[in-house]
């Protein structure tokens, strides 16, 4: 059970900082872009997509995708699959899809071979974190926020059997 007592990995003025950052970023390198798609990956996304989308200082709309893993205990086969497509046709966008955390890669690979034939002007990626250990995949972020170690993380979107999003720092799971 999720209770307030996992250790702090990340303050509320730690991640607002690390928002601010990349809405600088992000803003800069899309000044010259009409309107941007932010393509949030539900569910664990929408707190920082919300956070993140009202700092850019650039035209942008926002779409939803959701997606799972046919089995979280054999995510080794990286099996995912489509739950809710998006409802924007991307072709000609300049896409960037918001992610909360990336594990093994397996989503994100998998968003990209979704994304990419229906050729969208520009796909790339910012996911709030990573944990490099985890990876099968090698993919470009973007942009990043943190990458983490080996551990659980609930918090600022993210649940642990839907426990935990509210919290509003990111924390590792009691013991
Ligand atoms: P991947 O396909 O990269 O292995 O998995 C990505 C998805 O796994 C994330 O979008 C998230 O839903 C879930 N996930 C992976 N690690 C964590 C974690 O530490 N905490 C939470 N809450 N979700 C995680």
């Known amino acids: 059970m999720v209770t307030e007592e996992g250790d702090v990995l990340f ?4 991640i607002r900082n690390r928002v601010g950052d990349l809405a600088l970023r992000i803003s800069a390198d899309y000044s010259h872009v ?9 569910r664990g996304c ?6 993140l989308s009202r700092r850019l200082t650039i035209p942008r709309s926002i779409d939803f995708i959701a997606l799972a893993a046919y089995d979280r205990t054999t995510t080794a086969t990286g099996a995912v699959r489509l ?3 998006l409802r924007t046709d991307v072709r000609g966008r300049h896409v960037l899809i918001v992610e909360d955390i990336v594990d093994t890669g397996y989503t994100l690979d998998y968003l ?7 050729e969208p002007a520009s796909l ?3 996911a709030f974190l ?3 250990a985890r990876l099968k995949m090698k993919l470009q972020i973007d942009y990043l926020g943190f990458d983490i170690p080996d551990v659980w993380v609930v918090g600022y979107g993210l649940d642990f059997q839907d426990r935990g999003r509210a919290l509003p720092d990111i924390r590792t799971l009691p013991a």
Do not use: H, N, Q
């Not at 009409?34 to 539900?42: A, P, W």
């Open 112 to 118: 990209y071979s979704l994304l990419r034939p229906r």
């Open 11 to 14: 303050s509320e003025e730690t």
């Open 130 to 132: 990573r944990k490099p």
């Open 46 to 51: 929408f707190i920082f997509l919300a956070d």
């Open 34 to 42: 009409d309107d941007l798609l932010m393509v949030g990956v539900l």
């Open 124 to 126: 790339k990626t910012c």
């Open 83 to 85: 739950i809710m497509d």
